[in-house]
């Protein structure tokens, strides 16, 4: 199954307007919230969904498909990469941003503050200003740390939006 996407979701509701499962002011409302929880992505980054099938009348019984014989040549799983699995897309761009540079000020104070601590040393063995310059590279590991602390809540409020997707998803066809 495809990730759930802006595009793919207007598509299906648009399908549920034309066979008048829909009213025009519920296909409106759903569009706003569908844009709203999943976020707006480019449409080069959106993979179709496949069209939600028709659906049958309640009169005619619903018979279970027959199990795959053994010899049956079996469909293969399609594999999806870590990267379109887990990764920065959808909403909070400037946060991942502002993480990402508090992330790269965090490594530019350790790499100052160990060059730092190694001069120091070098020039006087016994300062106390390699000891400063040894603290001040903790406190851009804190930075760092910081930075990537950024990054992670937001992954986490995009994964719970298109979770949250998938779940409305989900009732919308055990309902349908």
């Known amino acids: 199954m495809s990730p759930i996407t802006p595009y793919s979701e207007v598509e299906r509701l648009s399908a549920l307007k034309e066979q008048g499962l829909l009213s025009d002011d519920e296909f409106e409302r759903a569009k706003q919230l569908t844009t709203e929880t999943i976020g707006n992505l480019p449409p080069s980054t959106t ?3 496949e069209p939600l099938p028709d659906p049958e009348p309640a009169h005619e019984s619903v018979t279970e498909p027959a199990p795959p014989s053994e010899h049956a040549p079996q469909p293969k799983k399609k ?3 870590a990267d379109k699995i887990i990764g920065h897309s959808g ?6 941003l ?4 508090i992330s790269v000020i965090g490594w530019l ?5 160990i060059i730092g601590a190694i001069w120091s040393l070098s020039s006087n063995p016994f300062g106390a200003v390699s ?9 851009g590991l804190v930075t760092v740390a910081s930075g990537q602390l950024i ?5 986490v409020a995009n994964n719970s939006a298109a979770l949250l997707a998938l779940e409305k998803a989900k009732w919308d066809r055990q309902d349908g």
Do not use: C, N, R, W
């Open 98 to 101: 502002v993480g990402e540079i």
């Open 79 to 81: 594999k999806k990469s």
């Open 109 to 113: 104070v350790i790499i100052v503050g």
């Open 151 to 155: 990054g992670a809540a937001v992954d």
């Open 91 to 96: 909403k909070y761009g400037t946060a991942l």
């Open 131 to 139: 000891a400063i310059f040894l603290v001040f590279s903790i406190l």
């Open 47 to 49: 993979p179709k969904q």
